[in-house]
């Protein structure tokens, strides 16, 4: 945990600001909190602490925060534990105290956050802590829940696995249709480096060995290695020795992962981890 | 499944032109998808269909069809399986046909869409399963994923659900915080009943049998039976005796809700349907 | 007043944040005050009260205030009155100090959010008061402004009316287009009830008695009465017998809504709360 | 109505769009129109007359016409009178074919626009018809609705009205204020000529006969002549003998805009042209 | 520089905010500075200065500030040269302290808008140094980078320019198409007056001394002379003699304007100030 | 040329639709093109050519058409140069046909896209042009036009040269900065191999060659040379001897650069192609 709590990823503020406000709208609608407005006289205040109801790693405490800062400016927000810090069951993630009326409206909004980002966390250490010991590092893909891309990506980091491409434009990753199409790895590669920048990293995608050594022909970053079998992985990272990045791809579960990093390769991608998480349960439980 | 052909919802279509817009965003960036681009000829066309590898009830195909349609307006995409209609593994749920470069470039966001709706559904099938031929109905909660929450809601009717409120300002649930910070549960529905408007239901959140006996006192909608075992839920039925809704919330699972079910209660309120579904698997499958 | 001074709502802040921008932007252009920038010194600074020119209900501070504020973060805005409140003819609204050039190139938006919004809680008080003594409540419709709906509702709420439905999402209410197409209420009663959720209210539209009757065969919440006369109205009360709520719509006016609350209905619908207010008239009158 | 009906003016497409879809989400939510979705089905269709309940002058058929077209691109939508053009009391606006959902969906929303901005054309025109026979136009102010400007200074148009300036950007107007903090006209209208662009018109405001001979010292464009009297309106007019445009402001209504027409000022501009419009009553009748 | 020090114009602040916002979205995507968050702790501060690389008018320091803040609300930015102010090589315009972190991450974006619009506002500045002495002023015309207009009309002025119409909506320039398409100037004209507002100039391009003479029997505010020769131009001034605005426009380049000028001319019009400036270059200097 | 015009890229299409929208927000404003409405009849149908006036590379077709297309859905818009291809002075780059106020009021939008765009594509092909023959490519940096980095980048590319990182967020870039903060570049680069994504890249900035030598123990992928004399460059080029890919950065122009690519170096920055680019000038020539 004294390795998490140096955790050193912030979300762009602008891309908080907006998810947040983008939420609210979903749960305040035209009238707002009906039921709050109605009892809850404006001036009175409360504090209250969000407590986990399981152990795992955080994620999301910027989210949760500026959720309530959206109905409260002046709020308090408090930090028991930062992102990428672990957290027991029962224990406090953070408190909160300002006005009650913003406490009660925002409440959902900052679990929702919390809870899916934290879900990620937790999930993507259970992957980290099941290759320890290995060269391994445990990726997510771009099987993102739509608009959350940036924050489950960042949640990821916070669970100690570490990011695929964010998206189509940041690294190529060349598959068998783009190999078709081209007329062969060769044709591909070659309209690649045309007009590819320097600083973009290019990934083959081979599902035999024969394609991974073809592939191993061109002045590559890296192979994933699709859907291999733990044999066929471990003579894939033989052949490749070192040269170029190689990245396992393609049904890990936590039961499969440790075996696929005892093959030797130096990455393995999850979709799981963002795609279907479990939340992690917290619950605002209030003080006074 | 004829029943659930004649789903008769539809998504706003200004919503799901957004939602598209905003995922392919994420996925696009400022230079698109470099691998295709530099590869794929822009005149090439294709065809292909999205395959489900696991069996469920679908949702989300305007989502994946508008994602398609964004990247080229002259795409032809042709449902096999209508939201809320069951598909089984190894069959198509729809085909497209277009320019590759559209294919390839929409390919992950409309899988993304599709499968995180179509898991919601498929997992809201389950537990409308479980209870079949109880008059027992199956609702979503407010524990969406942020961003997500009209599609979300939408895939949990495609599945045989029912929604809960939208968000705070379509409905009134009074909770305990309420309670306390009026004075007690008359003077809440007091202040409630000044102001409300006259199409708005109001639901009170019991904890006891004693709590439901005081609510009943009063001109309410529904009660939320909150965490309550299977005793004391028959007993809270019987207590309401048809005069209210009664809805069952907390803890419910596959294993647990046939007897939650069973107590005779009108809705069950089930917050995994959206914080944690799991994905349902589909990959697009090229013919040419 | 005394009642109207303790009016609970509150307009949800990211709403008011957002149509103060886009009022802004439709006032300042590219340019901005070009008399203002071009005159008053940069750091000049000023005092001036929001006077009524008329007596009025209050409605619309917060618009106010953010409009001063979005030009001017550091302005003091202190309210007299606030929403819900009565302010007379000559008296002021409210007092702004800050940045004379803030000042002068708000003023107008502040204005004109105000004026219409004091507008509307001005005439909703009208109704409100022409009906003091019989229970029937004063609603809005549908009718409001594009892009203002939120804030037309409260001005309602602020003027002592409710809010009808806030938009086709939020309530079911059943026209006879809907029961032509149906081939019959009972048909459209059974549709809604399949996948209707539990916290939604319905409402039946019905012209005649025997269409009355036909709807009170149902369970349903509420029964429109469509331009009935004062006759038939009574005659509907009568016939519901409190068993729904009785909603009198169509041609209220100022003359005629307390006969029509005289029948015993439980709320009486207008239109021109919303469409054909007449604006609150107001002025910024400078102190130094 | 011949002139009118070579009404020249159109709307910039993309407002129209933005409009038409901030107004839809407001009545559409997130679930849509549920009264409707669940009772009408997806392929049926309808054709409908949009009837106008009162005699006017029409504006606003471009949002009515969008609003349907955003809920079925392929709807008829077919004037029968043009923006500009007049309306007899029972007469058809337009027709409109198409998805029988659509149409239902789409009303409110589509005669909210037509109501506001014929009701704002049809009180122009009052005040046009008023004036005829002399050399005066009226001209609408910045007091228009948050949001509508565009909008609201087109129906005006539509009226037979002119626009006073758009906002605070495209023309100067020099008030009290100004001439205080610049200590003097002469030393406001400096300032003003160092730094403005040479296609931007400056208007005075002035209180008296005495402030207007001052005006007219300067090279200015025109001269507002505020809550002036009929006699000293006559007055100021004689002085400024058709050097600049003279305009009157303040107070005018049907009844006394004739004299101040009389007096022989070229415009005189009408606050309540856009602030306190009655809606154009109209409404959609199907005929299948 | 004195009287540039008094520069009285500002940017609206809602344009500054949504300008800024969009840029740091370029440069930080969804990640943010990776570099930096893995190297530089959260909590270090450092302070550095903006420091001119070349001699120039200084303008965009309101947007190199907002980019700063947008990433530490608490920074500290000073200006040593207010916009409209000269600086010269190797002299700072601004120091900012604040976080380590936000400094570097921001640091490109404030400097892309400050070397823009400073490149404007120096062009601007030569131009207008080149024709001192006559009575012509120097203005910018609509070929500005689109999403910057507000922006860079803003910097002309900051170099002591006036701004043409902002856009096509704030002052009429006919055209040779408009006259060919209504058949005549008179025509042309005659179609403007009926419905044009009262605030709205007019101007008419001509090519021609006899297209001049023809213009100048109408009630025009302007003429803009189009690529007319020194002679022609001279002829032209000399028969408006006056009683309009003179515009010179079409090929002025810092050697032709002073000719151009010396015609007599009011105004000379300056497409490459906005389409084709050079970058004022200027670095992030660290103190610590 | 044959080459340019088989240039691969496209811009995505919603990025393409949101800055047309935004550019034509900036010049129709809310009252659209005030000339061309009043005067030329809204039926009215013409052709015309856009026509350079200097010869160039193009780019920025699809904003230009999409222009046109926001204001005439039905516009015909044909290419007689695609993106990437060479024009000369006085031939035409593309022919539109469609409504004449849709032409005359999209005029210039298109060509502020088409002219900024091509001034770059052009500048850039200069560049590459001038290194012609040896290995050195030529890239952009992120000095670019605030809003429209993507538009900038793809002309670069279309113009024959490669894109340097897209933002922070694309490849680390180490600075000495970063170096001074972590206490030395084997600290830096520790920091950031534990949680950088093994598809991110990794370049470090010299100054010297002995941080180059520095720089060169470690396992990175570039090495920039930050503003080197030609000597010291080829010294370095030596030292590298191919094992990272080596970027001259500073002070290369037209006359520096066939110098700077002799020494042997990957890639040459040039800041200017973003920042200072002429415009292209081109022109609308009406066939009729």
Redesign the interface.
């Known amino acids: 945990m004294s390795e998490r709590s140096s955790f050193?990823?912030?979300?762009?503020?602008?891309?908080v600001e907006r998810?947040?406000?983008?939420?609210?709208?979903?749960?305040?609608?035209?009238?707002?909190?009906?039921?709050?407005?109605?009892?809850?006289?404006?001036n009175?205040r409360g504090e209250a602490a969000i407590v986990a109801r399981q152990a795992g790693v955080v994620a999301g405490t910027d989210l949760a925060e500026a959720a309530f800062r959206?109905?409260d400016p002046e709020v308090r927000f408090v930090r028991t534990v930062a992102d990428g810090g672990m957290v027991a069951a029962g224990e406090p993630i953070a408190t909160v105290a300002g006005k009650?009326?913003a406490l009660?409206?925002a409440e959902?909004?900052a679990?929702?956050?919390l809870?899916?980002l934290s879900?990620i966390a937790t999930l993507t250490a259970s992957y980290v802590n099941a290759v320890a010991g290995t060269g391994a590092?445990i990726?997510c893909t771009?099987?993102?829940?739509?608009?959350?891309?940036?924050f489950e990506?960042?949640a990821v980091?916070a669970g100690g696995g570490?990011?695929?491409?964010?998206?189509?434009?940041?690294?190529?990753?060349?598959?068998d249709?783009?190999i078709a199409?081209?007329g062969g790895l060769a044709n591909?590669l070659a309209?690649?480096r045309?007009?590819?920048?320097?600083?973009?990293?290019i990934?083959v995608e081979v599902d035999t060995i024969d394609q991974l050594a073809e592939a191993l022909r061109f002045a590559i970053?890296?192979v994933l290695l699709d859907n291999m079998d733990i044999e066929t992985l471990r003579q894939a990272v033989k052949m490749v020795a070192g040269r170029v990045?190689t990245?396992a791809s393609g049904g890990a579960t936590l039961e499969t992962v440790p075996e696929i990093a005892a093959t030797g390769v130096?990455?393995i991608s999850v979709?799981?981890l963002t795609?279907?998480?479990?939340?992690l349960d917290s619950s605002l439980e209030?003080k006074r």
Chains 1, 2, 3, 4, 5, 6 share one sequence.
């Open positions: 050193p990823f912030a979300l762009p503020p602008l891309l998810a947040v406000a983008a939420a609210l709208d979903e749960d305040l609608g035209m009238a707002g909190d009906i039921t709050t407005q109605s009892i809850i006289p404006a009175a959206a109905l009650t009326r009660l409206s959902r909004t679990l929702n956050f809870g899916r879900g590092r990726a771009r099987k993102t829940t739509p608009g959350l891309r940036a990506k960042y980091r570490i990011n695929h491409r964010f998206g189509l434009y940041d690294a190529v990753l060349v598959k249709n783009h199409a081209a591909a309209r690649l045309t007009r590819g920048g320097h600083l973009v990293k990934e970053d890296a990045m990245e130096d990455v979709g799981a795609h279907s998480p479990r939340n209030w």
